[in-house]
């Protein structure tokens, strides 16, 4: 069965980081593009960051660009994002998936997500 395990996130200080992990099963995860999202309080879900299937070419939402950093390792089957000089914008819950969104039983799958709370 398809699954994304989001972990990582936190409390963090304006200016910190944290480094959010997804482990992937139930496909064939080197053969996928991934994608790291996020849902802010009241607001819709935003692509955030993408990563080739081998991981050599990213690209970045603005907002998030020169801070963040997504990377992958196939051979575990997850992808990271490393996110540097936190802002309190930055706070939501973050998801990673597949593009269009892994399908399971007719629906869109996502995981439970991991939240990130950027506060003093």
């Known amino acids: 069965q398809d699954q994304l395990v989001e972990s990582g996130g936190g409390l963090v200080q304006p200016g910190g980081s944290l480094r959010l992990s997804c482990t992937a099963s139930?496909?064939?995860?080197?053969?996928?593009?991934m994608h790291w999202y996020r849902q802010a309080p009241g607001k819709e879900r935003v692509w955030v960051a993408t990563i080739t299937s081998a991981g050599g070419g990213t690209n970045y939402a603005d907002s998030v660009k020169g801070r963040f950093t997504i990377s992958r390792d196939n051979a575990k089957n997850t992808v990271y994002l490393l996110m540097n000089s936190l802002k309190p914008e930055d706070t939501a819950v973050y998801y990673c998936?597949?593009?269009?969104?892994?399908?399971?039983?007719?629906?869109?799958?996502w995981g439970q997500g991991t939240q990130v709370t950027v506060s003093s």
């Open positions: 139930g496909f064939t995860f080197s053969h996928n593009a």
């Open positions: 998936n597949t593009y269009p969104a892994i399908r399971v039983n007719g629906y869109d799958y």
